[in-house]
């Protein structure tokens, strides 16, 4: 999944076009939902919160909270509020690890870019994965509301997304349903994303 190579990866290429010099880590990442069978060493499992751990935030408040599920019991607890389509293909990651946002601060003041900086977060911890040869696929099918009440999550803390982390498998470790759509997707053009304005 990873190439520590620094270039482009061929299967990658064939649905993103880079013309402006990106590094090829941001291009090669995608989110597999095939996953092998692979025991995550407590060092690759804490490098990927760590790499969390240093996401940039608002007046460094650090709002993202993690909660994990690495032993079976653990990760039966949280397939217990993975809604069942999700189940299907994250039944055979090697973790779990919900992120979650705490919209207070310290002071007890809401926070309005709690869910923001943990967008952050996730994006440092998908690099991360990727650079140890992982992979990570977020996912947002799943019971909120259960999930805050069996983590016995503070009333402030929001939970934001259930990441899967494994190291990638192949098709034939995938339930056929998911076939066609386990690929690298697309991108929009640069242009489409960069908005016109004029100064009054």
Do not use: C
């Not at 503070?154 to 470790?173: D, M, N, T, Y």
């Amino acid at each position: 999944m990873s190439n520590q190579n620094g270039n482009y990866n061929a299967d990658v290429l064939q649905a993103r076009k880079p013309q402006h010099g990106v590094n090829p880590l941001f291009v090669n990442r995608w989110s597999t939902r095939a996953f092998q069978p692979y025991t995550l060493s407590q060092q690759e499992l804490y490098a990927i919160l760590e790499a969390g751990q240093y996401a940039p935030s608002a007046n460094n408040f650090q709002p993202w909270r993690f909660f994990i599920a690495a032993t079976e019991e653990e990760k039966s607890l949280f397939q217990s509020f993975i809604m069942p389509r999700n189940l299907i293909w994250s039944q055979h990651a090697s973790a779990y690890i919900l992120l979650a946002s705490d919209s207070l601060t310290a002071e007890g003041k809401e926070y309005g870019m709690h869910a923001f900086d943990t967008g952050a977060a996730w994006q440092a911890m998908a690099l991360q994965a990727n650079m140890l040869g992982l992979s990570t696929r977020a996912m947002g099918g799943f019971d909120k509301a259960a999930a805050k009440e069996k983590l016995a999550m503070p009333a402030s803390l929001h939970p934001q997304i259930v990441i899967a982390v494994g190291k990638p498998g192949s098709l034939e470790q995938l339930d056929e349903s998911f076939h066609e759509a386990n690929k690298p997707t697309p991108r929009k053009p640069l242009d489409e994303l960069i908005m016109p304005y004029r100064v009054k």
